[in-house]
């Protein structure tokens, strides 16, 4: 595990001098707000949830 993390550095520096430049990219398309509104209510709506759990499991004091 040790020889992975600088192995995987030495690649990934190594694999960047191929990575193909952005030029004159097209302007992003339209986004689609309605996407953008369902993915924060979920992230908001998991938050809240793994929040109560933890309340939920210290108040009964199965807290480990």
């Not at 030495?10 to 996407?35: M, N, R, Y």
Request: hydrophobic share 55%; net charge negative; proline share 6%.
């Amino acid at each position: 595990m040790i020889r992975l993390i600088p192995a995987l550095s030495c690649l990934l520096i190594a694999l960047s001098a191929f990575a193909d430049e952005v030029k004159d990219a097209p302007p992003p398309a339209q986004t689609d707000v309605v996407g953008i509104v369902i993915f924060f209510g979920l992230f908001i709506l998991l938050c809240v949830g793994f929040f109560g759990y933890m309340w939920w499991k210290h108040k009964n004091g199965k807290e480990e």
